[in-house]
């Protein structure tokens, strides 16, 4: 039996979808582009704004590893100090827009590294309480063919 999957907020990427985008906000008055929405600039405080679908692939602009568990709230999930697994956060540049914190799939340190190409990937977080598989973004290293 295949659970429904929600995402962990609306309005963060397109979901369900093949290729799943972050959802961002362009102000072009300024060229400011934030992740995730934001109703007013960061830069000018205007509220002339529109959402705008960013790049599915980026470029590791730092990173570290998550080696505890994160302090609950905000931190959302239920494994408990046992069950947790680390795992990479990052920041990943997308065309020189924007830096987007994200969650990384690769949790060994050897195998990241600054500058190195990253794609969008929607992966499982936790179940709600009815069941349903909650499902956030993170950014997975690129596969060279």
């Not at 795992?87 to 500058?115: C, K």
Request: aromatic share 10%.
């Amino acid at each position: 039996m295949v659970r429904e999957q929600v995402p962990v907020a609306d309005g963060l990427f397109t979901w369900p979808s093949d290729q799943p985008q972050l959802i961002g906000s362009h102000f072009p008055e300024s060229g400011v582009t934030t992740f995730p929405v934001q109703a007013s600039c960061p830069r000018t405080s205007s509220q002339v704004m529109h959402e705008v679908l960013l790049e599915r692939r980026g470029t590791l602009w730092s990173w570290t590893i998550q080696g505890f568990p994160p302090k609950s709230p905000p931190y959302a999930g239920k494994e408990g100090p046992l069950g947790f697994v680390p795992y990479g956060v990052g920041y990943v540049e997308l065309s020189g827009q924007v830096i987007v914190e994200t969650r990384l799939t690769e949790n060994d340190p050897a195998r990241l590294h600054i500058g190195m190409p990253m794609e969008l990937v929607i992966i499982p977080f936790t179940t709600d309480d009815q069941d349903r598989d909650i499902v956030t973004f993170a950014f997975a290293p690129v596969q060279e063919a």
